[in-house]
């Protein structure tokens, strides 16, 4: 087995900004998010259905950086926005293509999305990779993250199609994952999820009638819950434990060929930081910080920014495991407010 390529050291959240919990609230409620111009695409799927893309235009012969969001994420996530202006500032190319039913409007296809989705990955860069004059690089954030592992570590060299990957918050143990976002003060995380996933799939069942049990989804208190009745059942899995089990990245870190970097935080209140895997393959560098949430890593002094993330990615794409540095602050600051339903994974 490879000898594990750890690093805890690069990221340090201001001391304004304690704990898992606000470091992960606090990026995605309280700081601007970027303005980005986007550009829409509409492609036509495999099945018939519709997946939209939202991209940024650089300049020729620059790099490509495609970005998978997290569950019931989109292009407007704070990550996605911050990764996205600092791609067009540097006259980069980006696009965050949309799992289905994230873009705003219902998908056509009796289906959803899913952490093992390394088809709909392997589809989406195959489709991108053609507009790429220079280096091509994927991200991936939590859901996003897992299921561009996935690809990774199922494709093999097959997936070196792209230079270079990361992938953020990833939940790499999807039962350890499932297990801590149903207890304590987690279950915020999972009545927020819940509450976007489930008018969706009533949604659904007004154009599928009776593809999965109304009433048994409706009762769903918890990602297993619902996972068994909704998302197992639609991707070919036969329950929620066989789908958290095979769909978890870990089993395909050993895989990859692909220069990549694993960023997630110890205190990821999605992960907690003894589930993570302590091994990979030799060009798979997993990076530990003890701090960070998921998907925080806000960085400088009051009011803090969302900087650190995407640079930490994009140096990793140009530079391999170089990260940049995360400022200190004394600062201390008022606890926010937690609005339900603006966080996504």
């Avoid at 799992?99 to 991108?128: I, K, M, T």
Wanted: one cysteine or more.
């Amino acid at each position: 087995m490879p000898l594990p390529h750890i690093n805890n050291a690069p990221y340090a959240a201001p001391l304004w900004l304690p704990g898992g919990h606000l470091q992960t609230i606090y990026p995605a409620v309280c700081l601007n998010k970027p303005a980005v111009a986007f550009r829409r695409e509409r492609w036509q799927a495999p099945d018939g259905d519709f997946v939209d893309v939202d991209l940024v235009d650089g300049q020729p012969g620059q790099p490509f950086v495609v970005l998978f969001h997290g569950l019931e994420g989109s292009s407007n996530s704070h990550y996605a926005r911050a990764m996205m202006a600092e791609v067009a500032a540097r006259g980069w190319s980006g696009a965050v293509p949309h799992f289905r039913g994230c873009s705003g409007e219902a998908n056509l296809a009796p289906r959803f999305y899913h952490s093992g989705d390394a088809q709909e990955v392997d589809w989406v860069l195959r489709q991108l990779r053609p507009r790429a004059t220079g280096r091509f690089y994927a991200a991936g954030v939590s859901l996003g993250g897992n299921a561009l592992l996935c690809w990774l570590g199922q494709s093999q060299h097959q997936a070196e199609i792209v230079d270079a990957a990361a992938a953020v918050s990833a939940p790499l143990d999807l039962a350890q994952g499932g297990k801590a976002l149903s207890t304590g003060a987690n279950r915020l995380y999972t009545r927020m999820f819940l509450n976007t996933l489930k008018p969706k799939c009533l949604a659904k069942l007004e154009q599928f009638p009776g593809l999965f049990a109304r009433d048994a989804m409706l009762a769903a208190r918890d990602l297993h819950a619902f996972d068994n009745v909704v998302t197992a059942p639609l991707h070919g899995y036969r329950d929620a434990d066989d789908y958290w089990h095979r769909a978890s990245a870990k089993h395909v870190l050993h895989d990859i060929t692909v220069p990549t970097l694993v960023l997630n935080a110890k205190n990821d209140p999605f992960l907690p930081g003894r589930f993570l895997p302590r091994s990979a393959a030799p060009n798979v560098t997993l990076e530990y910080p003890r701090h960070g949430g998921h998907v925080g890593f806000a960085a400088g002094a009051l009011p803090g920014s969302l900087d650190w993330l995407p640079q930490r990615l994009l140096s990793h794409f140009e530079h391999g495991s170089v990260a940049p540095s995360a400022p200190q602050s004394c600062h201390a600051g008022a606890a926010p407010t937690y609005p339900e339903n603006v966080l996504h994974g």
